[in-house]
């Protein structure tokens, strides 16, 4: 089959959304590279058929050109993506919404068409020379180029509504969107520019600083890798310089980092042959972090490998990674993860590598390392007494932090300073190479940097302990339900907004996809305070103040909107003989 | 009150699997007042949750309609919320009945295209008899000396425990018999050190000769031990009325968990607590158990006495 317009789109939500944690923050970060990459998976799973001649970069092309293009001319009218967008009428309103709540009760798959074409808007971006000026008549000269179409004012007004549309649709589904419009001449073409992380020759010049640099420090954790990053940090290109040294855009800084951090993963720097396809010369690797495994029948802990899925992945299919003698199968967990690995660490400090079959793409995991671990609680579970490493801990949100013996007396040090505080510290003393201390329910308490900067810390503590966003919003209390943000509407949330200092912060309910604002209120930070919704429905609260703003969504279900959860790995049973052999599960017994 | 067991039903449903203490916290927004492990186990005992050993984590249950001892009626076990109880409401009339401290009893008197079958009457055959239940209670060494845990014990007499000034009278001299010492305990280690403890036990120490040891359960399963080990201290009995088809347990000697749990799935209710003329003491009562499942019961052992009204 040679893929159309919507096979592209189908096989970018795929690769680019299917499998993406929720609650975290996505960026249509699309290049040529990305391009072979999505199309070769196709190949190989026998829905494409291969092209010997042509690139799948220009395939992409011709394809959005065929169903966009009117005489030469951009025509978007072929984009229906009205049922997304908040419509204009009080019964499309609420048509909306219950198009919203059976999305989210019922995990349906409703793509966007707009997203070929969104990808298409990225290309362009990332195909810009990294000389060059992200100006609007650079961007469209590069747009025409490329899709051999114009694009009259009409057609710009009509696709920034798409990515409008685009970035509700991904409200919705508990991402965070972060495509945004520019000001004045960049109004429009800043929403793909804003999704460009790395350019062709960003990427170029970052490989080659790390062969030049790199070739001694193998394996690094993500810790050591942004030590290594902010060191090297002159030597990269002017626009990856510019991203991650502005702070007020965080979420951009940490993708850039993340996108720098696989490339680095994957060796592909190590031999930089131009003329080798690039997908030739990659090793590609998946990286593990920690997953704390407590048995409360004994109250030891085991920690284990918990592998993650990387970006671009096409989970499709068995992969197997080999242990000794043993083959372990690579079970799907959740967007984002891989099921925690039955490996017991022995030793968190020490890297290791397994060989992974069942893809010709991915070769390796490699679990990196470190002499420190934060892990904080299930995000979609809060409650669960699970904790891993599913992203970095923010201010305010309790996690379990693992660390050797060297850090204790620095960790005391910020305790004394009122940065940082825990509940509990234990010896771990089943883990080997030092004496390990788990510190239970640790809280970053303050933000500001001035107040960090008073205490000199290595960069395996800094990784995980300095804040990198001035205010955050801890949420407790409510009925929480399984999923990021999701909460039984009728019981109130507790609050509260960290801040490093106690100022007044304004802040606002909406409902998604409402122009009209349900309340507003202004709300001291650091001090905790009550949110009711006032029905079912999607919610957002918006907050801003003297330490910036932060923006935080909610889905308010009613019990109408649970429904049995089907994905359960985990299920106990009761034994009816010593070997285990029957068993009895609720109302079922039966024999294994 | 009823809404909210339902609700708590429907949360954990939804949420699939959990902790011991997501499973509190959900019970106190909700507002129930019993006791989380107490709730844990009578959704256990309907067939409603299963938990890891040692009962920290759950997993809900797949749904199914169940046969009743007496087999005229089928009710439902497993995960339900508001939307599957629609799609059964659809397909016949349900019976809802409420229950005190659980979520409420769906019924139905038409036989389901799909259900279990009678598994109370299926468990009734893997019962183990009593003494070889009591034989496989699991022993566990304790990781510090006695002197480093605080000890309570459980006075039979005042069903509560009662702390303990220092260690337990208890030998370490496996040929010497520890009358004294032989009870169930709840250890809590004095200095915090390490994650495992935090973990307060509960356990019974079998000091017969040539035993000695610790063993672990539930705090009912335990306590059940102590009787069936001492019958000299008082007797095990339950009572039971066939024109009624009621069964009556001492609430002190609350059987272990799963023969409860085969008296549960006979009907779908659980244990009332009630009086009866005759017996200074409460009783739980189980309804809907027919005369062979008795039969079988008095069978468990000889030392579990029957007394029929």
């Known amino acids: 089959m040679i893929p159309n317009y919507s096979d592209w789109t189908l096989a970018l939500y795929e690769v680019l959304l299917k499998n993406h944690p929720e609650g975290q923050a996505v960026y249509l970060q699309i290049d040529t590279d990305s391009l072979e990459q999505i199309a070769q998976q196709q190949v190989e799973s026998g829905n494409w058929r291969n092209q010997e001649q042509t690139s799948w970069t220009q395939?992409?092309?011709?394809?959005?050109?065929?169903?966009?293009?009117?005489?030469?001319?951009?025509?978007?009218?072929?984009?229906?993506?009205?049922?997304?967008?908040?419509?204009?009428?009080?019964?499309?309103?609420?048509?909306?919404?219950?198009?919203?709540r059976y999305q989210l009760s019922h995990q349906a798959v409703i793509c966007p068409l707009s997203l070929g074409f969104l990808a298409a808007q990225v290309l362009v971006a990332t195909q810009m020379r990294s000389d060059q000026e992200f100006s609007s008549g650079n961007y469209y000269n590069r747009f025409r180029q490329l899709l051999q179409l114009d694009c009259n004012h009409l057609e710009r007004q009509g696709a920034a509504r798409l990515w409008q549309t685009f970035n509700y649709w991904l409200q919705l589904r508990q991402w965070i969107p972060t495509a945004h419009a520019g000001q004045g001449p960049q109004r429009f073409i800043q929403y793909p520019i804003s999704q460009c992380l790395l350019r062709q020759g960003d990427r170029q010049k970052f490989e080659q600083v790390l062969n030049q640099t790199c070739r001694t420090h193998q394996n690094m954790g993500p810790q050591g890798f942004e030590a290594w990053l902010s060191a090297h940090q002159q030597l990269l290109s002017r626009h990856v310089r510019n991203i991650l040294s502005r702070p007020e855009d965080d979420l951009q800084r940490q993708a850039l980092i993340q996108a720098l951090y696989a490339i680095y993963l994957d060796r592909s720097w190590w031999d930089v042959d131009e003329n080798l396809p690039h997908r030739l010369r990659r090793l590609q690797r998946l990286r593990a972090g920690l997953y704390r495994y407590e048995n409360f029948w004994t109250g030891e802990i085991e920690y284990r490998p918990y592998p993650e899925m990387r970006r671009l992945q096409n989970v499709g299919g068995s992969l197997q990674l080999r242990y000794h003698d043993q083959t372990l199968n690579l079970v799907f967990d959740?967007?984002?993860?891989?099921q925690p690995l039955p490996i017991e660490i022995q030793n968190p400090a020490?890297?290791?590598?397994?060989?992974?079959?069942?893809?010709?793409?991915?070769?390796?995991?490699?679990?990196?390392?470190?002499?420190?671990?934060?892990?904080?609680?299930?995000?979609?579970?809060?409650?669960?007494?699970?904790?891993?490493?599913?992203?970095?801990?923010?201010?305010?949100?309790?996690?379990?932090?693992?660390?050797?013996?060297?850090?204790l007396q620095k960790l005391v040090e910020l305790k004394t300073f009122n940065l940082i505080d825990w509940e509990e510290k234990l010896v771990l003393d089943h883990l080997s190479s030092g004496l390990w201390y788990e510190f239970r329910n640790m809280q970053i308490l303050k933000t500001a940097q001035n107040q960090w900067q008073r205490v000199q810390l290595p960069p395996e503590l800094s990784y995980w302990l300095l804040p990198s966003q001035s205010i955050t919003l801890v949420v407790k209390g409510g009925l929480p339900t399984r999923g990021s943000g999701n909460y039984l509407w009728e019981f109130p949330l507790q609050l509260q907004i960290v801040s490093s200092s106690d100022e007044e912060y304004a802040c606002s309910l909406k409902e998604l996809g409402q122009e009209q604002t349900i309340c507003t209120f202004s709300q001291r930070a650091n001090q905790p305070f009550a949110l009711k919704f006032p029905k079912y429905g999607c919610y957002a609260l918006e907050i801003t103040g003297p330490g910036g703003r932060l923006s935080k969504r909610f889905n308010a279900l009613s019990w109408e909107d649970l429904r049995l959860r089907q994905d359960i790995t985990q299920r106990y049973y009761h034994p009816l003989d010593e070997a285990e052999h029957i068993r009895m599960e609720g109302g079922y017994i039966y024999h294994v | 009150m009823s809404e909210a067991w339902n609700q708590l039903l429907?949360?954990?449903?939804?949420?699939?699997?959990?902790?011991?203490?997501?499973?509190?916290?959900?019970?106190?927004?909700?507002?129930?007042?019993?006791?989380?492990d107490q709730i844990r186990r009578d959704l256990q005992l309907l067939g409603h949750l299963e938990v890891q050993p040692g009962a920290e984590r759950w997993s809900i249950t797949r749904p199914c309609w169940i046969q009743t001892a007496h087999k005229d009626a089928w009710f439902w076990t497993g995960a339900r919320v508001p939307h599957t109880l629609e799609q059964e409401r659809a397909q016949a009339d349900l019976?809802?009945?409420?229950?005190?401290?659980?979520?409420?009893?769906?019924?139905?008197?038409?036989?389901?295209?799909?259900?279990?079958?009678?598994?109370?009457?299926?468990?009734?055959?893997?019962?183990?008899?009593?003494?070889?239940?009591?034989?496989?209670?699991?022993?566990?060494?304790?990781?510090?000396?006695?002197?480093?845990?605080?000890?309570?014990?459980?006075?039979?007499?005042?069903?509560?425990?009662?702390?303990?000034?220092?260690?337990?009278?208890?030998?370490?001299?496996?040929?010497i018999a520890d009358y004294e010492g032989t009870g169930v305990y709840r250890l809590k280690k004095r200095v915090i050190r390490r994650p495992m403890d935090h973990y307060t036990k509960i356990l019974y120490w079998d000091g017969s000769i040539g035993k000695k040891h610790w063993l672990i359960a539930d705090f009912i399963g335990l306590r059940f031990a102590h009787f069936y080990d001492n019958p000299t201290d008082e007797e095990l009995r339950f009572i039971y009325r066939e024109s009624s088809a009621e069964l009556w347990i001492p609430e002190h000697q609350r059987w272990p968990y799963i023969y409860e749990r085969c008296l549960v799935l006979a009907?779908?209710?659980?244990?009332?607590?009630?009086?009866?003329?005759?017996?200074d003491y409460p009783l739980l009562k189980f309804r809907g158990i027919p005369r062979d499942y008795v039969e079988h019961f008095e069978h468990l052992s000889d030392t579990l006495k029957i007394e029929a009204i």
């Not at chain 2, 429907?10 to 989380?36: E, F, H, M, R, V």
């Not at chain 2, 468990?123 to 239940?133: E, Q």
């Not at chain 2, 009907?267 to 017996?279: C, H, N, P, R, V």
């Open chain 2, 267 to 279: 009907s779908g209710y659980l244990a009332e607590k009630t009086s009866l003329a005759g017996y």
């Open chain 1, 59 to 100: 395939a992409f092309l011709r394809a959005v050109r065929d169903y966009l293009g009117d005489r030469g001319q951009l025509n978007l009218a072929r984009i229906k993506d009205y049922y997304l967008c908040p419509p204009p009428s009080q019964a499309q309103r609420y048509e909306c919404r219950q198009i919203a």
């Open chain 1, 350 to 407: 020490e890297s290791q590598t397994f060989a992974l079959e069942g893809s010709s793409d991915l070769q390796e995991l490699v679990f990196t390392g470190s002499n420190t671990w934060a892990l904080v609680a299930d995000p979609l579970n809060p409650h669960s007494g699970v904790y891993a490493t599913w992203h970095k801990p923010l201010p305010g949100e309790p996690f379990y932090f693992l660390c050797l013996e060297t850090y």
């Open chain 2, 10 to 36: 429907y949360w954990l449903s939804a949420q699939g699997d959990g902790s011991q203490k997501n499973l509190s916290q959900t019970c106190q927004t909700l507002g129930l007042a019993a006791k989380p």
């Open chain 1, 334 to 338: 959740r967007p984002g993860f891989y």
């Open chain 2, 95 to 175: 019976e809802i009945t409420s229950q005190q401290g659980a979520p409420d009893r769906i019924s139905r008197r038409t036989e389901p295209a799909d259900h279990v079958g009678c598994t109370s009457e299926r468990l009734l055959g893997y019962l183990p008899d009593l003494a070889f239940w009591r034989a496989h209670l699991v022993q566990v060494d304790l990781h510090y000396p006695l002197a480093e845990y605080q000890f309570e014990r459980w006075d039979v007499e005042r069903q509560a425990f009662q702390a303990l000034p220092g260690i337990p009278p208890i030998s370490p001299d496996p040929y």
